[in-house]
């Protein structure tokens, strides 16, 4: 079985743009939740989507935004980006429990 | 004081040796708990669950939990050189889907 996949593996913005990731959970699984990872704070939640529906939320400002579609893949979106947007954003998949299995990221670097 | 506290490290044993990774959480009624090993470069990989107080076992891995003390360690026996990773400790507090990940302790297994 395939595991979660997220596109691009890579991006490079520029201060004041905007960016779409995407994320392809495991088959099957229904969840989907996104964290941002940086040295300076470690990982940290930013949302979890199930069945198309917004479920939990981190703390983090407005700017970052998403949606899931009927077929569980998902979206993060990050508007107006600044310096310390700069991160791995990770997405994790589970289909029940809480045991969740991430995807190889998407490195973004703003300039 | 944060929710999910582990030693920063690093951590060095010698091939062979126990490996003893220690992660303390805010949140007393936190349900479940989980050990992952980040490669440097990679995304989280989850190698444990835990429920339970007790003992877990999978392999050269013991994961033990302590609700009294707030309190989980993950046992890596025999450490191989492969084993030297981040390990990141992270506690649902709620099961309400929100993650949260101590900033991991780095290990390092000389052969």
């Known amino acids: 079985k395939a595991g979660v996949t997220q596109t691009p593996r890579y991006l490079i913005k520029t201060r004041g743009q905007q960016v779409t990731l995407s994320c392809s959970p495991i088959?099957?699984?229904?969840?989907v939740s996104w964290y941002q990872q940086t040295p300076g704070q470690g990982l940290q939640f930013l949302f979890e989507?199930?069945?198309?529906?917004?479920?939990n939320k981190g703390n983090f400002p407005g700017r970052f935004s998403g949606r899931q579609f009927s077929n569980s893949r998902s979206e993060m979106n990050v508007s107006t980006l600044e310096l310390g947007d700069s991160a791995l954003y990770l997405c994790?998949?589970?289909?029940?429990?809480?045991?969740?299995?991430f995807g190889p990221g998407t490195r973004l670097t703003v300039l | 004081q944060k929710e999910v506290e582990q030693n920063s490290g690093p951590l060095s044993v010698p091939e062979g040796a126990i490996a003893s990774l220690n992660c303390t959480y805010s949140d007393r009624v936190s349900q479940s708990f989980f050990w992952y090993r980040q490669y440097s470069g990679k995304s989280p990989e989850l190698i444990m669950s835990?429920?339970?107080?007790g003992d877990k076992e999978d392999g050269r891995f013991t994961a033990q939990l302590n609700k009294a003390s707030q309190y989980v360690s993950l046992l890596i026996r025999d450490s191989q050189p492969s084993d030297s990773a981040t390990y990141l400790c992270a506690v649902n507090p709620r099961n309400n889907n929100d993650m949260r990940f101590g900033a991991g302790t780095r290990l390092t297994v000389k052969p």
């Open positions: 088959s099957g699984h229904r969840s």
């Open positions: 994790a998949s589970k289909i029940m429990g809480n045991e969740q299995f």
């Open positions: 989507y199930f069945s198309e529906t917004q479920r």
């Open positions: 835990i429920y339970s107080n």
